[in-house]
């Protein structure tokens, strides 16, 4: 079984800060890890993934994650937000052979203020 | 490219009356499909999945059902609705267990 810890549940930011959401997981068997964003009354969406390959991993609008597999973590960072990523993030892992159950964190609220 | 669909968008229901939320794809052929549960301060949950026409896999005890009559249609069911049984609900799907995609939710709050 996995499990996923997003440590903080709220993160306010102001406008052109870096932001860092940190994410830790537990798992007895190798997973792939992700990254959904959630808008206010809509779907997730998928931000990015880690399959394999190289461990940073990055987005089309600006967001970089890195797995550290020695410290079971996949932080997403932005070095500037902009008013527009106020969302929900969830990290998720789900177990690379025959795997079907994403286990999710509990979520970080971003809240970028002007 | 593959869509997926679920409707209603909400839906507000009394306690003991049925339910049935449905979910369709697109653009691809006999996806992984699931159900999950969003609920307030108990995070996202995983209901039941599908890996085929008629094959269910429930992941949690509950009042609620899944079935899938077609290869891109996934229904989730209840014959008496409880109050804990509101929330949002995703639907989404993968290719053989892959990168999930999720659909649009369903809010359903049971009054």
């Known amino acids: 079984a996995q499990s996923v810890t997003q440590l903080d549940s709220q993160v306010p930011v102001f406008e052109e800060a870096p932001v860092e959401l940190r994410c830790n997981y537990s798992?007895?068997?190798?997973?792939?890890l992700f990254w959904y964003v959630q808008y206010p009354n809509q779907g997730l969406q998928l931000l990015l993934k880690y399959l394999s390959g190289s461990t940073l991993v990055e987005s089309i609008n600006g967001f970089e994650a890195e797995f550290n597999k020695s410290q079971t973590s996949f932080h997403l960072r932005k070095p500037s937000v902009h008013i527009s990523d106020t969302a929900e993030y969830f990290c998720?892992?789900?177990?690379?052979?025959?795997?079907?159950?994403?286990?999710f964190g509990g979520g970080t609220r971003v809240l970028v203020k002007p | 490219s593959q869509t997926i669909h679920q409707w209603p968008a909400t839906l507000v229901q009394p306690v003991g009356s049925p339910l049935s939320l449905e979910c369709t794809v697109e653009g691809t052929s006999n996806p992984n499909l699931y159900w999950y549960r969003q609920a307030a301060g108990r995070g996202l949950q995983l209901l039941f999945y599908s890996v085929g026409i008629g094959q269910i896999s429930s992941e949690v005890p509950q009042n609620l059902s899944a079935s899938r009559p077609q290869d891109r249609q996934f229904i989730l069911s209840s014959k008496k609705l409880l109050l804990s049984d509101s929330g949002f609900y995703l639907c989404a799907w993968s290719v053989s267990g892959g990168t999930q995609y999720f659909g649009p939710g369903t809010r359903l709050l049971v009054l």
């Open positions: 998720a892992v789900i177990a690379k052979a025959a795997g079907n159950k994403l286990t």
């Open positions: 798992s007895s068997v190798s997973v792939y």
